[in-house]
């Protein structure tokens, strides 16, 4: 994963609890930044990374991920006092995804390039890394030159904000998956279980949980420090990985039932 230092805040997106800005960096590339000052705090860069980099490694669509290091220096010009309250709260690395311009958010109702295979690979996914940030009203997908991305993971892995019985958690069926935006279009998610799980092996788990940094990995009291919580999300992804069979089975019957 790249690092790129922030050069220019550009412009705050308002909407999102994420509070996401636009900033310019030294490759001059523009890219939608989550800063870890934000209300959500690492974890939800964390879970950006590990998220939206294995949607990546099973071959979903998702905008270049980048580490952006912010120099507090950089809210001394900015008029906002929100937003340099935010950019002094960020010192150091934070995340940001390519900026596609142009961009427009999708719509079940005006786009068509969702097939069901597509649309059934997305809801097993997000199953996978318990994204529940996916619905009609916020699809967090956009249309970019006809073909979807996927974005904003943040509220993925949500087991990691108290890392409860995890094992027993990696095996219960997302409560907000049949709100999902893509699941009225989407094929057999039995049968993308069956094309993507053999791609998210332990080893490809591994290198994704891997590129999650330090600084964003503090002492945890329930799995301690950046070993042990990679160590959490690689058994829990893992373990999530093999209940996913059943959990798929089990959405493709509940969807005939109806």
């Known amino acids: 994963m790249r690092t790129v230092r922030a050069t220019r805040y550009v412009t705050p997106f308002r909407e999102g609890g994420s509070l996401p800005g636009l900033v310019e960096a030294d490759d001059d590339g523009l890219y939608v930044v989550k800063f870890r000052g934000a209300a959500q705090g690492p974890r939800a860069l964390v879970a950006e990374i590990i998220a939206g980099e294995l949607a990546r490694a099973i071959g979903l669509p998702v905008p270049e991920i980048v580490l952006v290091d912010i120099d507090p220096a950089l809210a001394d010009d900015e008029p906002d006092p929100w937003v340099r309250e935010l950019l002094a709260a960020s010192p150091g690395l934070n995340v940001g995804l390519d900026f596609l311009p142009g961009s427009l958010t999708y719509s079940p109702m005006a786009d068509s390039q969702a ?21 009609p009203r916020n699809p967090n997908i956009l249309t970019w030159h006809r073909r979807l991305y996927l974005i904003d993971h943040g509220a993925s892995l949500y087991v990691h904000h108290t890392w409860h019985d995890p094992d027993a958690h990696a095996e219960r069926p997302l409560p907000t998956l049949p709100d999902h935006v893509l699941l009225p279009r989407a094929g057999s998610i039995a049968d993308a279980h069956a094309r993507l799980a053999p791609r998210a092996t332990a080893d490809v788990i591994a290198s994704v949980v891997d590129m999650a940094p330090d600084a964003f990995l503090a002492a945890d009291g329930h799995v301690g420090g950046p070993e042990g919580q990679r160590a959490a999300y690689r058994r829990y992804l893992e373990r999530r990985r093999s209940a996913q069979a059943q959990l798929s089975d089990d959405v493709d019957r509940s969807r005939h039932a109806d």
């Open 115 to 135: 097939d069901p295979a597509f649309s059934a690979d997305v809801v097993w996914f997000d199953s996978l890394v318990t994204n529940s940030d996916r619905s």
